[in-house]
């Protein structure tokens, strides 16, 4: 009996995912769809004063830069509807975000051709890497808004950054800073176990097999 629902979920991804079937194609292995919007993070949430805020562009670019929240504003804006996928087992469909569409934000900032992969810098000390080409896709949004409001502090505001087609701490909330690397550099959760690319259909979560992370500690959590 067991095996049989064993061999079904892997046969039927529906069965796997708690959703519609024609939503399943939709829900990586490993994921349970949820309603609601967990809040996830090491740290206290940090607080901002939008006339000081900055977020700060460096590594391999042509001249350092730096823009105040007001210039990001006035870049073109983006709104759009994606999918997200949490490490902890959580996906939730049809997230919709405003914001600036990286791919909009990389022509102005003289980003030299040695740069292969960046890191992106938020409070407190949070970073997290990836390939150039998968934050130069069209769907990388840092985006200010969800739902059509302002994020809320413990969402990231007032920036944080969208990845759709990787886990979500790759997703890096109250981001400051964006560097330009030649090289691959593991950030925080990729020093500590998790995935360097972390794509969630292939379920990329870690680095080793001796991981272990308590998945279903989003369900204790804080969530809106
Ligand atoms: N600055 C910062 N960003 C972060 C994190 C963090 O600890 N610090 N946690 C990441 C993780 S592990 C996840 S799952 C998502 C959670 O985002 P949410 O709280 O909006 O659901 O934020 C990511 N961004
Ligand atoms: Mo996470």
Redesign the pocket.
């Known amino acids: 009996m067991h095996n049989k629902a064993e061999r079904l979920k892997r046969a039927n991804p529906a069965l796997k995912a708690n959703v519609a079937p024609e939503l399943a194609h939709r829900v990586p292995p490993g994921q349970t769809v949820t309603e609601r919007?967990?809040?996830?993070?090491?740290?206290p949430v940090p607080q901002y004063d939008l006339n000081t805020w900055t977020l700060r562009v460096f590594g391999e670019v042509e001249e350092e830069k730096v823009f105040t929240y007001e210039q990001l504003m006035a870049l073109p804006q983006t709104t759009q509807t994606n999918d997200i996928h949490?490490?902890?087992r959580w996906s939730k469909l049809d997230t919709t975000w405003t914001g600036v569409r990286v791919a909009d934000l990389l022509p102005l900032l003289g980003v030299k051709p040695e740069a292969k992969h960046v890191m992106i810098h938020?409070?407190?000390d949070?970073e997290?890497n990836m390939p150039l080409a998968d934050f130069a896709r069209e769907d990388v949004l840092l985006a200010h808004s969800f739902d059509g409001e302002p994020l809320t502090d413990?969402?990231?505001w007032p920036l944080?950054l969208v990845v759709p087609h990787l886990?979500?701490?790759k997703?890096?909330?109250?981001?400051r800073g964006i560097e330009f690397m030649k090289e691959d550099r593991p950030g925080?959760?990729e020093q500590n176990g998790f995935h360097n690319y972390a794509d969630p259909f292939k379920e990329q979560r870690y680095s080793g097999d001796d991981f272990d992370l308590p998945e279903d500690e989003w369900h204790g959590k804080d969530f809106d």
């Open positions: 919007f967990p809040i996830l993070h090491e740290g949490c490490v902890t938020a409070d407190h949070y997290t413990k969402h990231g944080r886990y979500f701490w997703s890096a909330k109250w981001i925080f959760w």
